[in-house]
T-cell receptor, first 115, second 118 residues
Framework: AQKVTQAQTEISVVEKEDVTLDCVYE???????LFWYKQPPSGELVFLIR??????QNEISGRYSWNFQKSTSSFNFTITASQVVDSAVYFC????????????FGKGTLLTVNP | GAVVSQHPSWVICKSGTSVKIECRSL??????MFWYRQFPKQSLMLMAT?????????EQGVEKDKFLINHASLTLSTLTVTSAHPEDSSFYIC??????????????FGPGTRLTVL
């Protein structure tokens, strides 16, 4: 069975602070995919990143960066110099390869960035 | 790219009526679409997987006769909530899964439909 744990239920920071959202996953698949989605108050889930299990390179996209470590089964997400517009619920998700493509979501982390 | 639309964005109906929600992949073809339900301050709950040209696969505990899913084309899936009751009030979200492109096997989500049953 697959499992995604986002231990941080809520995080509150002040604008311009850096913040890291944790994600730990469990799977028996050798091929799998990891995702991060953002859900702002409007409700629409916005795709942020996809990583496959064979690519452990960290990725940076503007103020966003992701740290994928298979050794600790973690896929953490860091926002540098946070902004009020970053306030949202962030979901980490996992899917298997092949026909096992359902997404297993974590419970989400509510990030509030205060001005 | 990879845009998914959902219509309507919100709907209010009387108990006992049926409501149809449409999910469209606008710029890609999706053989597989998914329907989720989300309660306030909770994660997404997968209801069913919709495959083009075949019957949907429902998750355990989801009534297939109540939540009818049709995936008649590569860009359109519909969810019909039949004989809706107040307990069906929720936020329903669809997604479409890419097969190709810069992010294959990725689900892109529609904006959601907020259903209120009076």
């Amino acid at each position: 069975a697959q499992k995604v744990t986002q231990a941080q239920t809520e995080i509150s920071v002040v604008e311009k602070e850096d913040v890291t959202l944790d994600c730990v996953y469990e799977t028996r698949d050798t091929t799998y995919y990891l995702f991060w989605y953002k859900q702002p108050p409007s409700g629409e889930l916005v795709f942020l990143i996809r990583r496959n299990s064979f690519d452990e390179q960290n990725e940076i996209s503007g103020r966003y960066s992701w740290n994928f470590q298979k050794s600790t089964s973690s896929f953490n997400f860091t926002i540098t110099a946070s902004q009020v517009v970053d306030s949202a619920v962030y979901f980490c998700a996992l899917s298997g390869g092949g026909s096992n493509y359902k997404l297993t979501f974590g419970k989400g982390t509510l990030l509030t960035v205060n001005p | 790219g990879a845009v998914v639309s959902q219509h309507p964005s919100w709907v209010i109906c009387k108990s006992g009526t049926s409501v149809k929600i449409e999910c469209r992949s606008l710029d890609f073809q999706a053989t597989t679409m998914f329907w989720y339900r989300q309660f306030p301050k909770q994660s997404l709950m997968l209801m069913a997987t919709s495959n083009e040209g075949s019957k949907a696969t429902y998750e355990q505990g989801v009534e297939k006769d109540k939540f009818l899913i049709n995936h008649a084309s590569l860009t359109l899936s519909t969810l019909t909530v039949t004989s809706a009751h107040p307990e069906d009030s929720s936020f329903y979200i669809c997604s479409a899964r890419t097969r190709t492109g810069p992010n294959p096997y990725t689900q892109y989500f529609g904006p959601g439909t907020r259903l209120t049953v009076l």
